[in-house]
């Protein structure tokens, strides 16, 4: 399995731990909730849910809303499946967010990672974090080092856009030591003195603050049939 499909799965199945889904909803949550999937292709979530369907953590069930009763034949569609997560699917999640080896520091996997720290416990969260930060210190020197180097050789448009790049590592660093200083007090991002996962707040679908430099503005795409 590729490290985007990994991804993509981890995700699924922790939008899924919230609630079951139609895969127009799970697409629509994936790519507004979490905005590491807006360059991601819709063609791979349906492939990645009858993947998950088959290694028995997720099930398929028909949908049982008014309007799903309606919509087939009113529209000449089958109703749409909704995708429920199960008991062998929750437990995989879990060991997913347990896990706290490299993937979990860099760019995507860190975002979608990020978004569900309120599943998370209070120690994994730390090492998560810390390890992120490391990453990041290593990823700005290598860059000051590179711009000492070459500095003389840029042009002021390549020059400025090499700071800017140094710039946002800076600001997320800076955003890092701020969380871990929060994590290291018994804080949550709401305020919380509890050593539990943080409080999640879901209003409007949201699954947490979720870093989103360089975000593009959201495409909407049609509705789609039952897979």
Same mark, same amino acid.
């Given at each position: 399995m590729s490290r985007r499909s990994g991804i993509l799965e981890f995700? $699924? +199945?922790? &939008? +899924?731990?919230? =609630?079951?889904?139609? !895969? @127009? /909803? *799970?697409r629509k949550r &994936?790519? %507004?909730? &979490?905005? $590491? #999937?807006?360059? #991601? =292709? @819709?063609? %791979? +979530? @349906?492939?990645? +849910?009858? %993947? *998950?369907v088959a290694n028995g953590w997720l099930a398929e069930e028909p949908g049982n809303t008014h309007d799903d009763a309606l919509a087939a034949p009113l529209a000449g569609r089958r109703a749409k499946i909704v995708y429920r997560l199960t008991a062998e699917g929750k437990e995989h999640f879990e060991e997913l967010l347990s896990q706290t080896g490299p993937d979990a520091y860099e760019d995507e996997h860190f975002a979608a990672r990020f978004a569900f720290f309120g599943q998370t416990s209070r120690d994994v969260r730390m090492r998560v974090l810390e390890g992120?930060? =490391?990453? &990041?210190? /290593?990823r700005l020197e290598k860059m000051r080092a590179s711009l000492a180097r070459t500095r003389e050789r840029l042009d002021d448009y390549t020059l400025e856009l090499q700071r800017h790049g140094m710039e946002s590592v800076e600001r997320e660093v800076r955003w890092l030591n701020e969380l871990i200083e929060s994590e290291r007090a018994g804080r949550d991002l709401r305020?919380?003195? =509890? !050593?539990?996962?943080?409080?999640q707040d879901t209003t409007n679908g949201s699954t947490g603050g979720l870093p989103r430099p360089g975000d593009t503005p959201r495409t909407d795409t049609p509705d789609d049939t039952a897979t």
């Amino acid at each position: 399995m590729s490290r985007r499909s990994g991804i993509l799965e981890f995700a $699924v +199945l922790g &939008l +899924l731990r919230e =609630s079951p889904m139609h !895969g @127009y /909803e *799970l697409r629509k949550r &994936l790519n %507004t909730s &979490l905005g $590491v #999937f807006r360059a #991601f =292709s @819709y063609g %791979t +979530l @349906y492939p990645c +849910l009858k %993947t *998950l369907v088959a290694n028995g953590w997720l099930a398929e069930e028909p949908g049982n809303t008014h309007d799903d009763a309606l919509a087939a034949p009113l529209a000449g569609r089958r109703a749409k499946i909704v995708y429920r997560l199960t008991a062998e699917g929750k437990e995989h999640f879990e060991e997913l967010l347990s896990q706290t080896g490299p993937d979990a520091y860099e760019d995507e996997h860190f975002a979608a990672r990020f978004a569900f720290f309120g599943q998370t416990s209070r120690d994994v969260r730390m090492r998560v974090l810390e390890g992120r930060r =490391s990453r &990041l210190e /290593e990823r700005l020197e290598k860059m000051r080092a590179s711009l000492a180097r070459t500095r003389e050789r840029l042009d002021d448009y390549t020059l400025e856009l090499q700071r800017h790049g140094m710039e946002s590592v800076e600001r997320e660093v800076r955003w890092l030591n701020e969380l871990i200083e929060s994590e290291r007090a018994g804080r949550d991002l709401r305020g919380s003195a =509890s !050593g539990g996962p943080a409080q999640q707040d879901t209003t409007n679908g949201s699954t947490g603050g979720l870093p989103r430099p360089g975000d593009t503005p959201r495409t909407d795409t049609p509705d789609d049939t039952a897979t």
